[in-house]
């Protein structure tokens, strides 16, 4: 049987249509409980959830971030697996079912993740690599959005296909369907990262200890993507350059950090900016710039805290 958690914030009409892939036929059997965390939504997603015993829905008075209110809901599950799954994700006929067979046949295996079709139905990446600091300074650089078969991204594995299972680093957080077991190992989300690379770090410790990610092409899930947060571009990008700075300093050595954040802050919001303008997406650029002093305001906090 499997627990899932869905962490919600404002994803309107998203969560109804998540919630109701998890009822179709062919999964609703394999369904113990499902864990609603809604981050003080603004809208009546949390309120338009079909009546139904086996939703139990939390509700925070803040938005508390991700990674704590995934924890919310990892802490109350009791399931042999567990399915982290967004508001803006669907499950299709038999996901469950497979994931399930999948992980019984396969113990070597902690963390899995399936293949994921946006709106189009085409395979998005879905799939990442634990960064390096040098690889990290690339693509500050923008030099791997240049030449991406010579220097790949550091994190996300947009130049693979993803038509071919493999072990990966990591799987995203839209989809991650983990054994219950993994959180006794080692422990539960960093609630340092309010969002975004909150599943990298997890995934990384889970590696330290020896345990394993897969992502299985022959089972899929419908992901549109930037369902809640694509109205906030740029609280987005501070929000996801202020996680990977606080990754780098909990998993590299000094010189890595302070190669990363001079690379963040005196090369990437030119690289940002010279790309959006070289692509006709000039209207971006004001996002861009809103983001980095967004950072610039909180740099007493966290990112540049001593080591």
Same mark, same amino acid.
């Given at each position: 049987?499997?627990?899932?958690?869905?962490?919600?914030?404002?994803?309107?009409?998203?969560?109804?249509?998540?919630?109701? +892939?998890?009822?179709?036929?062919?999964?609703?059997?394999?369904?113990?409980?499902?864990?609603?965390?809604?981050?003080?939504?603004?809208?009546?997603?949390?309120?338009?959830?079909?009546?139904?015993?086996?939703?139990?829905?939390?509700?925070?008075?803040?938005?508390?971030?991700? +990674?704590?209110?995934?924890? &919310?809901?990892?802490?109350?599950?009791?399931?042999?697996?567990?399915?982290?799954?967004?508001?803006?994700?669907?499950?299709?006929?038999?996901?469950?079912?497979?994931?399930?067979?999948?992980?019984?046949?396969?113990?070597?295996?902690?963390?899995?993740?399936?293949?994921?079709?946006?709106?189009?139905?085409?395979?998005?990446?879905?799939?990442?690599?634990?960064?390096?600091?040098?690889?990290?300074?690339?693509?500050?650089?923008?030099? +791997?959005?240049?030449?991406?078969?010579?220097?790949?991204?550091?994190?996300?594995?947009?130049?693979?296909?993803?038509?071919?299972?493999?072990?990966?680093?990591?799987?995203?957080?839209?989809?991650?369907?983990?054994?219950?077991?993994?959180?006794?190992?080692?422990?539960?989300?960093?609630?340092?990262?309010?969002?975004?690379?909150?599943?990298?770090?997890?995934?990384?410790?889970?590696?330290?200890?020896?345990?394993?990610?897969?992502?299985?092409?022959?089972?899929?899930?419908?992901?549109?993507?930037?369902?809640?947060?694509?109205?906030?571009?740029?609280?987005?990008?501070?929000?996801?350059?202020? +996680?990977?700075? &606080?990754?780098?300093?909990?998993?590299?050595?000094?010189?890595?950090?302070?190669?990363?954040?001079?690379?963040?802050?005196?090369?990437?919001?030119?690289?940002?900016?010279?790309?959006?303008?070289?692509?006709?997406?000039?209207?971006?650029?004001?996002?861009?710039?809103?983001?980095?002093?967004?950072?610039?305001?909180?740099?007493?906090?966290?990112?540049? &805290?001593?080591?």
């Amino acid at each position: 049987m499997v627990d899932i958690v869905i962490v919600n914030w404002n994803s309107g009409d998203y969560l109804q249509k998540c919630i109701s +892939s998890i009822f179709c036929t062919d999964n609703k059997n394999f369904v113990s409980k499902i864990f609603v965390i809604d981050n003080n939504s603004k809208d009546s997603s949390v309120d338009n959830i079909m009546a139904n015993s086996q939703i139990e829905i939390i509700r925070n008075k803040e938005n508390v971030g991700f +990674s704590k209110a995934a924890n &919310q809901g990892f802490k109350l599950s009791t399931a042999q697996y567990v399915l982290l799954l967004n508001p803006d994700a669907e499950l299709l006929n038999c996901t469950l079912a497979d994931c399930i067979n999948f992980m019984n046949h396969r113990q070597d295996v902690d963390i899995l993740g399936c293949r994921l079709l946006d709106d189009n139905g085409e395979v998005s990446p879905s799939c990442a690599r634990f960064p390096t600091a040098g690889k990290l300074f690339i693509d500050c650089t923008g030099i +791997s959005k240049l030449f991406p078969s010579i220097f790949p991204p550091a994190i996300l594995m947009t130049d693979w296909d993803h038509k071919d299972s493999r072990y990966v680093d990591q799987v995203m957080g839209a989809f991650m369907f983990m054994r219950l077991s993994i959180f006794e190992k080692v422990g539960f989300f960093d609630e340092q990262f309010f969002v975004y690379c909150e599943e990298l770090d997890f995934s990384k410790r889970v590696s330290n200890l020896g345990g394993k990610s897969f992502f299985n092409t022959d089972i899929s899930a419908r992901h549109s993507g930037e369902g809640t947060t694509k109205r906030v571009k740029a609280f987005r990008l501070y929000l996801n350059i202020k +996680s990977r700075l &606080q990754y780098m300093k909990k998993h590299s050595t000094i010189l890595g950090y302070y190669l990363v954040f001079f690379g963040t802050f005196c090369i990437e919001p030119f690289s940002r900016s010279v790309f959006l303008l070289s692509n006709g997406k000039t209207n971006e650029i004001r996002s861009v710039l809103k983001a980095y002093k967004m950072l610039l305001l909180n740099r007493k906090k966290h990112i540049f &805290q001593e080591f």
